[in-house]
């Protein structure tokens, strides 16, 4: 169970940002996970547990599609410190994408290539970089969407050998998720505001997005938001507990569903992420903000469960805990035989939502 402990330990590097892990495209029972200044992964199968790469900063978001890892974060003084995390250079030679604005960016974008170890890091952005995306144009291109804090939404060009920003679209409000739909002509935005913000990449080859959709809510701050496999339905997540559903087809006549936390209104309820499992069951998966994951059925919003996973409210424990599982982690990597463990202390409840 070593591995299943560490990355249920992960360390997140901003406490509202805990879309920190994804199965590998190519191999799902690898699960990828942020681990301090690194990349790592874990085996379902073997319980190895390994890392992908070491990165110049501790990452505040990642994504991975064909075994290209992009990752985001910002220059800051925990970056900076040689206690923390070992430069293999000085931020200030890095580029920005060739837009000659990263003399006054802080944000950083990362790159990484699983196949050929490569990894190159730009600066992009004013202020932290929130979320990242990745996703395939063509043979050997990508693209990535990225969110900032200074209310820009950066659209770079990836290919097997250089990072390109091509373009930004400043939203009006700090940007904290953003998801493209699987045909890539939605793109849905969100951050510090009521608002979801509804963008349509040009399909003419041309560099800007244009917008013609803002939706609003009165909801607090959006942190996530996902298509179905359809691309016709999606989900935002907000702070205030409360996630709404929608149907492309429809926007004037708002949200088709309501999904509430456990706790709303509540710091330990606010949703945090929001997925869909894909293929043919589209189940929709919420987390909040502290020891609660719910397990929607989209094909008519029935059946809504919720799963307690074993959490201990008190801090002082908390880290009591967390000390006690890192030194079982280490132990089980010389012993593949833990002694004295129970596993039932890390088995969830599930109970039905109304329940």
């Known amino acids: 169970i070593s591995s299943i402990i560490e990355a249920l330990l992960t360390p997140y590097s901003h406490w509202q940002l805990r879309d920190l892990v994804q199965p590998l495209s190519s191999d799902p029972n690898e699960i990828l996970y942020t681990y301090d200044d690194t990349i790592r992964s874990t085996n379902r199968k073997t319980d190895k547990v390994s890392t992908v790469t070491k990165l110049d900063f501790h990452p505040r978001c ?20 040689n206690s923390m995390t070992n430069l293999n250079r000085s931020f200030t030679t890095l580029n920005d ?21 490569e990894s190159q890091t730009i600066k992009l952005g004013s202020y932290i970089n929130n979320n990242v995306s ?12 990225v969110c900032n804090n200074d209310m820009n939404l950066y659209n770079t060009d990836i290919n097997n050998t250089s990072i390109t920003v091509k373009d930004a679209v400043n939203l009006d409000f ?22 979801i913000v509804l963008l349509h990449p040009d399909q003419n080859g041309s560099n800007t997005l244009r917008r013609d959709n803002i939706i609003e809510t009165q909801c607090d701050s959006g942190f996530s938001t996902s298509f179905d496999s359809s691309g016709l339905q999606f989900a935002t997540c907000f702070q205030d507990g409360t996630c709404l559903i929608y149907d492309l087809r429809n926007i004037s006549a708002g949200p088709m569903k309501h999904v509430y936390s456990t706790r709303r209104h509540s710091s330990n309820g606010a949703f945090r992420c929001v997925k869909y499992s894909r293929g043919t069951d589209d189940l929709l998966v919420l987390s909040e903000h502290v020891g ?36 079982i982690t280490s132990q089980s990597r ?7 463990v129970n596993p039932s202390i890390y088995n969830p409840k599930i109970l039905e939502y109304n329940d």
Do not use: C
């Open 62 to 81: 990642f994504q991975e599609v064909d075994d290209l890892i992009v990752s985001g974060g910002v220059i800051s003084s925990v970056n900076n410190s």
């Open 97 to 117: 994408g060739n837009t000659g604005a990263g003399s006054t960016w802080r944000g950083l974008f990362s790159l990484y290539n699983k196949n050929t170890q």
């Open 134 to 145: 990745i996703s395939k144009q063509s043979n050997g291109q990508y693209a990535s969407y």
């Open 174 to 195: 700090p940007l904290n998720h953003s998801a493209l739909s699987d045909d890539g002509k939605n793109l849905v935005v969100v951050g510090d505001s009521s608002n």
């Open 292 to 327: 609660r994951v719910h397990v929607v059925d989209t094909r008519d919003f029935n059946n809504h469960q919720v799963i307690m996973l074993p959490v201990n409210d008190n801090p002082r424990s908390r880290q009591a805990s967390s000390a006690s599982l890192s030194n």
């Open 334 to 340: 010389s012993n593949s035989s833990v002694e004295n």
